[in-house]
């Protein structure tokens, strides 16, 4: 079992950055792989990038490559999202997710955990 925090929501304008982090707690977190997928209001959860145990493999939404960047910080039991050049079209919740099974997060993992959620609003 692990439990998954997300940070680091919040309100930017258009063009700024925000930067997202998951937090893990029970099982050490390099067991999982972990993915990022955001809910606007009205519309269906979106994968937006994922990254494997070890770091080495990472996938975008394309709507996303070239702005957002997803990483591991090994020493903070952490997974961070770098969001940059937002758009308002970024605007939703956030969730951090989590699975032991394959060899990375993609646009077709179905995760065992989530966690809560973080709002991200992006004003024009």
């Known amino acids: 079992q692990v439990r998954l925090v997300e940070s680091g929501g919040g309100l930017v304008q258009a063009g700024g950055s925000l930067i997202l982090s998951c937090a893990a707690s029970g099982r050490p977190f390099t067991t999982y792989n972990v993915g990022w997928i955001r809910q606007a209001p009205g519309k269906e959860r979106e994968f937006v990038a994922g990254?494997?145990?070890?770091?080495?493999?990472?996938s975008y939404a394309e709507s996303v490559k070239g702005r957002f960047t997803i990483s591991r910080d090994y020493a903070k039991n952490t997974v961070v999202l770098q969001m940059n050049s937002l758009k308002p079209e970024d605007t939703a919740n956030y969730y951090c997710?989590?699975?032991?099974?394959?060899?990375?997060?993609?646009?077709?993992?179905?995760?065992?955990?989530w966690g809560q959620g973080t709002q991200v609003t992006i004003s024009s």
């Open positions: 990254i494997s145990r070890s770091g080495s493999a990472a």
């Open positions: 997710a989590a699975t032991a099974r394959g060899e990375t997060y993609t646009s077709v993992t179905v995760p065992d955990y």
